[in-house]
């Protein structure tokens, strides 16, 4: 299995859930390739914002060597599941998807637990404080892909 992660800058939320989701395939010895991307491309190369790898590390997860890169047309042959981290972001890879099967690899990740509600991760670069917040939304989510796919 081959799952990306997507958000806008690929610095807070989906290096965030790339994280989380390595150490639960880890844990439960799933030989599953996780990676993330962003839709934009402003801090290609750059590593997760200091307040995801903190609260990562917090929580015995080490996302700093993670670089953010950008989503490119060859992900949708290459990844089983690409999960948006926002509604935004799931419109933007629905427009560049080329057909229906490309289009049925992309998921909004908070759907896995609250299914149908189309709920998006809140971007927390300009709120301190959120970084538990979406962690914990992510770390749920997460459990319900392995769940759902392994």
């Not at 917090?58 to 089983?80: L, P, T």
């Not at 289009?103 to 959120?130: A, C, H, M, Q, T």
């Amino acid at each position: 299995m081959k799952v990306l992660m997507v958000c806008l800058g690929n610095i807070c939320r989906s290096p965030l859930a790339e994280g989380i989701l390595k150490h639960k395939c880890l844990q439960k010895k799933l030989d599953w390739y996780i990676d993330s991307a962003g839709t934009g491309k402003w801090h290609l190369g750059a590593a997760p914002d200091k307040r995801s790898i903190q609260v990562a590390a917090k929580n015995d997860i080490d996302i700093s060597a993670q670089r953010a890169r950008s989503v490119h047309s060859s992900d949708y042959e290459e990844f089983d599941l690409i999960f948006a981290m926002d509604v935004s972001n799931y419109k933007d890879l629905m427009r560049w998807a080329l057909d229906k099967e490309e289009e049925n690899k992309v998921k909004l990740i908070l759907d896995e637990i609250y299914p149908d509600e189309n709920r998006s991760v809140p971007d927390p670069y300009f709120d301190d404080n959120g970084f538990q917040e979406v962690f914990d939304m992510l770390d749920k989510a997460c459990d319900k892909i392995i769940e759902k796919y392994a």
